[in-house]
């Protein structure tokens, strides 16, 4: 009688300790950022760029609406900070070390008629791991122009800013 209620008893608690351990031995995933685009003073820019780390590259989905139609640059900004009226508290774009040139490490965002954008691509200069190439806590910023002049002091026009946050 006694075994027979030790037994039961087992038998409960066995699926929520089975399921607790699994819960903590599930895989991450693979690793997600996420930087949600506010607009900088005067305009109406907002967006979304998505980021998944693969085994060699990163994933960056950039949807972005309000914008002027027609081309405009999208980078990476060394600073995790959009605090600023005309996000120049970005910083500089960010460059990884042992990257000379900063050429385009994203293509341009090209906006239709109605101001929407949507880029999907694969980039190799920044990740999510830990690495000099991190952009966690860095910052995406689409400008008002196509591309920028390489000068490293150039600002330009910002029209919106987001920091890169881990999903
Ligand atoms: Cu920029």
């Known amino acids: 009688m006694v075994k027979k209620f030790i037994l039961v008893g087992t038998l409960l608690i066995t699926p929520l300790v089975l399921g607790a351990c699994m819960a903590g031995i599930v895989p991450a995933g693979p690793e997600r950022a996420e930087a949600l685009l506010d607009s900088t003073a005067g305009n109406s820019v907002s967006g979304k760029v998505s980021m998944t780390q693969t085994s060699k590259r990163l994933r960056v989905v950039a949807e972005v609406s309000g914008l002027p139609p027609g081309a405009h640059a999208i980078r990476i900004h060394e600073k995790g900070d959009c605090s600023a009226p005309d996000a120049s508290s970005a910083g500089d774009y960010f460059r990884p070390p042992g990257v000379p040139d900063r ?20 980039i190799d200069r920044a990740a999510l791991l830990e ?15 196509t591309a920028e002049p390489r000068n490293p002091q150039a600002s330009g026009t910002r029209l919106a800013c987001g920091v890169i946050v881990k999903k």
Request: glycine letters at 8%.
């Open 103 to 122: 050429s385009d490490d994203l293509p341009q965002l090209v906006a239709n008629r109605k101001g929407l954008a949507k880029l999907v691509v694969y």
């Open 131 to 145: 690495s000099e190439m991190n952009i966690i806590g860095r910052s995406v910023v689409v400008h008002g122009f």
